[in-house]
């Protein structure tokens, strides 16, 4: 990322953030932070390394510093008794560093906060300014590039996408016993439409087939779109505000196009995020159609008998990570214990859980930016050692930016685990009548 072309044109657009986009929200948190340091401890790049750089009121105060020296009176004018500071190369360069490369957005400082500032807001506004300047880490904006490009963020060809659905089909066919089951492609009309993280046709096609034989069980009305499948959405890490509509737009339409019902994302934090909770902001239009998580249906079938499981199938010790956007952000827990309380043997929690779980390190696009692996992989260690200290055999998570994560760390740390998404552990436990 090449600093030295630092224009007036550039700064111009960065504080356009602050100028044309500034709202009550961002004004009220700026200025709120009281350093009272409370919100160290609970991020794990602090306690990776405690460095005072890392605390999160750093980066509240790194952004807030630009705000005060071209926003209020005494930063203009006597910048250096407000600790105002100038959006020059140093700046810059200081902001790409911590509000990219050392922040996941995870949210959990802000349920730490003494007076409830909204740090990880104030680390996204502070990566729109980045984006509008155009310093978005090059590896995150080509995978931001590949979706707006090629309809998914690893640019794989719809040739290729369907073959793999194809040869899904059949192995689905075989594994039920019943050569009418499906895996349904661009139908009309259908109560679900399902998305996917691009990572399972390419990576981790069985979590594909784990859906489909729920979907078999739960005798669904559904299918999924070879044009716009998608459920993930990295513009909305990379702060790109243009780039994230554009993304939920193609979403948004293939649904209206495909004239179904309710929209059902795959278990991708960030990407439920994106589109249930901020895509309508994106696109400045209210859904005509329901959102939901797989999660969130995947407890429905099981509470309503829609499938039978039986949680004497699985008799590993599964233990559950808990992604941050889903939990701290969306709120969504209960569903995903529901789930293994009724579909494994032995539950046990991590400590802490819920809403105060540790982040893994794998989300804030972390994984896409291989310049901070080393980051990533020392704060994962915290995670590491929290999934040893269970016991567990089977790491459970709903959220595929975490498997990827987690798997890493289950080979650099020696775990001796499985890591599984939620539809693989409720597959495993179905009984098909």
Known sequence: MNMENLTKEKIKNGLETFNSRMDGKLLTHLNACVHCGLCAESCVYYQADPQLKY?????????????????????????????????????????????????????????????????SYIVRKGREMLANMGYVPETLQSTVNSAIETGNNMAIPTEEFVETLNWLEEDLQFEVNDDNSRIPMNEMGKDILYTLNPREPKFFPLSISAMAKVFYAAKESWTLSTKMYDVTNYAYYSGNLGEAAIIARRLYDEIENLDAKTCVLAECGHGSRAFRWEGPNYIKKVYPFEVLTSVE???????????????????????????????????????????????????????????????????????????YNERRIKIGKLKAEQIRNTGAGIVATPCHNCVDQLIQLNVIFKLGVQIKTLAEIVADALILE
């Open 55 to 119: 605390i999160p009121a750093t980066k509240v105060d790194l952004v807030s510093s630009i705000y005060r020296r071209y926003n209020t009176f005494t930063g203009k004018f006597a910048p250096a008794l407000v600790g105002a500071r100038n959006l020059n190369q140093k700046t810059v360069e200081e902001m790409v560093d911590l509000l990219f490369g050392a922040c996941t957005m995870c949210g959990r400082c802000v349920s730490h906060c003494s007076i409830g500032v909204d740090i």
């Open 297 to 371: 249906l995947l407890a429905k079938y099981i509470r309503e008998g829609r499938i039978k499981v039986d949680p004497e199938i699985i008799q590993d010790t599964v233990t559950l990570h808990d992604p941050c956007n889903l939990v701290r952000s969306g709120g969504i827990w209960k569903e995903q214990r529901y789930i293994l309380e009724k579909t494994v043997k032995n539950f046990v929690e991590m400590t802490p859980c819920k809403l105060d779980n540790l982040c893994c390190g794998g989300g804030g696009g972390q994984l896409a930016m291989s310049e």
